[in-house]
């Protein structure tokens, strides 16, 4: 195949070149255009007459994953890749890498321009409406087709929609395709603290992520399991396996290249099991003198020297706008009454925040404290819905997002109370959205067709939504699936990757475009995996 398309690059191009396609090679491999042992054509006319006379491909909106939003039909042949495309894009300029890209997937020349007829034109335009992610494909009657953008985000997605219209369709359609994300946050989390993944494996995530449009990769790499990255301050948290810093660079820039943000996670003042085990000093105790699993003493001026320490050490590591704080399950405030259970803390939060102080005053400002040190790096601080509490003396920062899961059976608080503060939530609802190894506690596998048919944004807790004055995309700004291990072995990284495939596409559908889809679920299902390509 390639030696066929290294010929056809070598016949000139008349000075108005129709567009072309795959099938052209069809033409040439019937032997009367090609030299014996495959030297260059001897005819370049009957060359382009050939690939003139290619199949249009129909006007009507490419099938994707996510599906286009709006696709206005136009007139001509449409556009297909052949042996003479090439990508053109300014060189040096911030699309080179995504022209050089999608040369590479299709097979293709990259250039500099000008373009012409058969070519893929890569350009950023601020005039496209939708926001930094939004882009537009034109294919015009005569002339290249064009993907054009505000950012090169935008100019990246519209080559992913090219790529599954080639994949789906052969080329794509004459007219306009207009196009943009309704949710700003469309993700996906990896628990890697209690099951180990490799390098490799959340790379391969991390494409497969890319070509359905997320945009957000959390890692969670710190457990009451084990701490699964290397830390040179602190090597002795450390778990084996785990991922090193130089594995954690190349992921970041692997992610990085597809416009994909990597955020960090070390849960605190709850989750801290294997950090503790190593640190027993700073372990929280309860009235009885008893370890509490997970739980640093937020009270002992170590414990927050030590944790500001791992903080600082990996700042560096992770250079995206995002740090998720944690706050979950802090098992003081699972408590029936904290303050009897707890009396040493409860001392501690009257002296600290006066005679109203509470437990959940000093988990209040242990996360602000901490953030405040991320504050200071430049980083934007997300935290779990069950770390941000109600009204008490030490408060929660209006600006930190709220990733919204549940824990509904310890009597966590309900969606709208958060959005009525004013609060930005993002919906990792997990009745729909969790992905738990070995399914305890209730939990069962999500599928694809759950999602793709009854859950939208607004869905944040269980199966009802909130009220659509509430869910706006300025208020729930986008969604995530979250793999969790907590029965490390009931999946191998090959099921977990094959079981959370259909839950991505169907979440990334309906993160790009939360309206009832066009298509039934069986199609879509099909579709998913034709896009794929497997």
Known sequence: ?????????????????AALGVSALVVLLAGVLLLPGGGAPQDSA????????????????????????????????????????????PAGGVLADEARRLAGELDVRQSTGP????DVRLALDADVPGGREAYRIRVPADGPAEITAPSDAGV???????????????????????????RAQRGFMLDVARKHYPRAWIEARLRELAELKYNQFGLHFSDDQAFRVQSDKHPEIVSDPHLTKADVRRIVRTAGALHIEVIPEIDSPGHLGAVLAAHPSLQLRDGAGEAVLGAIDVTKPAARKFFDELLTEYVPLFPGRYWHLGGDEYAPLLSADPEARYPALAAAARKEYGPKGRIQDLAVGWLNDRGELLLDHGKRLKAWNDGIYPAGVARTPRDREVEYWTGKEYGARPPSPYLEEGRRLVNVNDEYLYYVLGQPNEFVYPTGRRIYEEWTPAVLR???????????????????????????????????????????????QKTWDPRRPALPWARFRALAVEVRGS
């Open 1 to 17: 195949m390639k030696s066929v398309w290294r010929a056809i690059r070598r016949v000139p191009a008349p000075s108005r070149p």
């Open 46 to 89: 009957a060359v382009w007459g050939a690939i003139r006379r290619l199949p249009a491909v129909p006007a009507e909106a490419p099938r994707t994953v996510p599906a286009v939003r709006a696709y206005t039909p136009g007139t001509g042949p449409g556009w297909r890749p052949s042996p003479v495309t090439r990508v053109v894009a």
């Open 115 to 118: 373009a012409r007829t058969g």
């Open 156 to 182: 990246f997605y519209g080559t992913r929609t090219l790529r599954q219209a080639v994949r789906t369709g052969g080329g794509l359609p004459p007219g306009v395709i207009e196009d943009r994300p309704d």
């Open 462 to 508: 269980g199966t009802t939504p909130v009220p659509a004055a509430l869910a706006g995309p300025d208020r729930v700004l986008g969604a995530r699936l979250a793999v969790w291990g907590d029965v490390p072995g009931a999946q191998t990284a090959d099921q977990v990757a094959a079981g959370i495939r259909l839950p991505l596409a169907a979440l990334a």
